[in-house]
Protein backbone atom coordinates (compact mmCIF):
# COMPACT_ATOMS: atom_id res chain seq x y z
CA UNK A 1 0.00 0.00 0.00
CA UNK A 2 1.32 3.60 -1.19
CA UNK A 3 1.92 6.13 1.49
CA UNK A 4 -1.17 7.83 0.02
CA UNK A 5 -3.64 4.99 0.25
CA UNK A 6 -2.56 4.32 3.83
CA UNK A 7 -3.67 8.32 4.42
CA UNK A 8 -7.08 7.60 2.90
CA UNK A 9 -7.47 4.58 5.13
CA UNK A 10 -6.74 6.08 8.03
CA UNK A 11 -8.35 9.48 7.10
CA UNK A 12 -11.92 6.96 6.68
CA UNK A 13 -11.46 4.75 9.35
CA UNK A 14 -11.02 8.07 11.92
CA UNK A 15 -14.17 10.01 10.24
CA UNK A 16 -15.93 7.03 10.36
CA UNK A 17 -15.72 6.62 13.98
CA UNK A 18 -16.46 10.28 14.61
CA UNK A 19 -19.47 9.95 12.76
CA UNK A 20 -20.36 7.29 14.88
CA UNK A 21 -19.82 9.36 17.53
CA UNK A 22 -22.22 12.09 16.64
CA UNK A 23 -25.50 10.14 15.44
CA UNK A 24 -28.08 10.82 17.33
CA UNK A 25 -30.27 8.21 16.37
CA UNK A 26 -33.85 9.34 15.32
CA UNK A 27 -33.28 12.85 14.61
CA UNK A 28 -29.56 13.57 13.28
CA UNK A 29 -27.73 11.42 11.02
CA UNK A 30 -23.77 11.93 10.70
CA UNK A 31 -22.92 10.53 7.12
CA UNK A 32 -19.19 9.94 5.35
CA UNK A 33 -19.05 11.05 2.13
CA UNK A 34 -16.18 10.46 -0.25
CA UNK A 35 -15.47 11.35 -3.62
CA UNK A 36 -15.62 8.98 -6.32
CA UNK A 37 -11.50 9.50 -6.52
CA UNK A 38 -11.02 9.09 -2.73
CA UNK A 39 -9.06 12.64 -2.61
CA UNK A 40 -11.91 14.21 -1.19
CA UNK A 41 -13.36 13.14 1.77
CA UNK A 42 -16.72 15.26 3.98
CA UNK A 43 -18.94 14.78 7.10
CA UNK A 44 -22.19 15.66 7.04
CA UNK A 45 -24.85 15.92 9.58
CA UNK A 46 -28.53 16.08 8.21
CA UNK A 47 -31.61 15.37 10.11
CA UNK A 48 -34.05 17.34 12.75
CA UNK A 49 -33.80 19.50 16.05
CA UNK A 50 -37.14 19.68 17.02
CA UNK A 51 -38.76 21.68 13.87
CA UNK A 52 -35.42 22.93 12.49
CA UNK A 53 -34.04 21.17 9.97
CA UNK A 54 -29.84 20.24 10.31
CA UNK A 55 -27.84 19.98 7.26
CA UNK A 56 -24.35 20.72 7.54
CA UNK A 57 -20.65 20.11 6.55
CA UNK A 58 -18.83 19.29 9.60
CA UNK A 59 -15.59 18.01 8.09
CA UNK A 60 -13.70 18.10 4.81
CA UNK A 61 -10.10 17.18 3.87
CA UNK A 62 -8.82 16.90 0.85
CA UNK A 63 -5.59 14.93 -0.20
CA UNK A 64 -3.55 17.37 -3.05
CA UNK A 65 0.11 17.21 -3.99
CA UNK A 66 0.75 13.90 -1.42
CA UNK A 67 -0.64 15.86 1.72
CA UNK A 68 -3.85 15.75 3.39
CA UNK A 69 -5.22 19.54 3.13
CA UNK A 70 -7.88 19.90 6.32
CA UNK A 71 -10.55 22.71 4.66
CA UNK A 72 -12.74 22.64 7.60
CA UNK A 73 -13.34 20.36 10.92
CA UNK A 74 -16.03 21.16 13.07
CA UNK A 75 -15.17 17.90 14.84
CA UNK A 76 -15.90 18.66 18.58
CA UNK A 77 -12.34 17.95 19.57
CA UNK A 78 -10.61 18.13 16.07
CA UNK A 79 -9.50 14.94 14.03
CA UNK A 80 -5.57 16.17 13.46
CA UNK A 81 -4.19 14.83 16.97
CA UNK A 82 -6.18 11.42 16.01
CA UNK A 83 -4.30 11.33 12.41
CA UNK A 84 -0.73 11.91 13.89
CA UNK A 85 -1.09 9.13 16.57
CA UNK A 86 -2.36 6.80 13.74
CA UNK A 87 1.22 7.75 11.45
CA UNK A 88 0.50 10.50 9.35
CA UNK A 89 3.09 13.41 9.97
CA UNK A 90 2.57 16.73 10.91
CA UNK A 91 4.34 18.00 8.06
CA UNK A 92 2.46 16.02 5.59
CA UNK A 93 -1.35 17.82 6.87
CA UNK A 94 -1.66 20.92 5.77
CA UNK A 95 -4.66 22.86 8.30
CA UNK A 96 -5.82 25.29 5.28
CA UNK A 97 -8.51 26.72 7.66
CA UNK A 98 -5.76 28.52 8.63
CA UNK A 99 -4.48 31.40 7.35
CA UNK A 100 -0.66 30.63 5.56
CA UNK A 101 0.64 33.18 8.02
CA UNK A 102 -0.25 31.28 11.11
CA UNK A 103 0.09 27.59 9.63
CA UNK A 104 3.75 28.30 9.92
CA UNK A 105 3.54 28.49 14.07
CA UNK A 106 0.98 25.14 14.23
CA UNK A 107 3.85 22.60 14.08
CA UNK A 108 1.80 21.29 10.87
CA UNK A 109 2.72 21.74 6.89
CA UNK A 110 2.41 25.32 5.42
CA UNK A 111 1.46 24.09 1.88
Same mark, same amino acid.
Given at each position: ?????????????????????????????????????????????????? &?? #? @???????? %? +? /? *????????????????????????? &?? #? @???????? %? +? /? *????????
Amino acid at each position: MDRIDKYRDILYKSLSEQALLMNKPDRITSTVIVSEDRNHFMVINEGWEG &KR #R @IHSLVFHA %E +I /R *SGKLWIHHDGIDRGITEDLVAASIP &KD #R @IVLAFHSP %E +I /R *SQTGYAVV
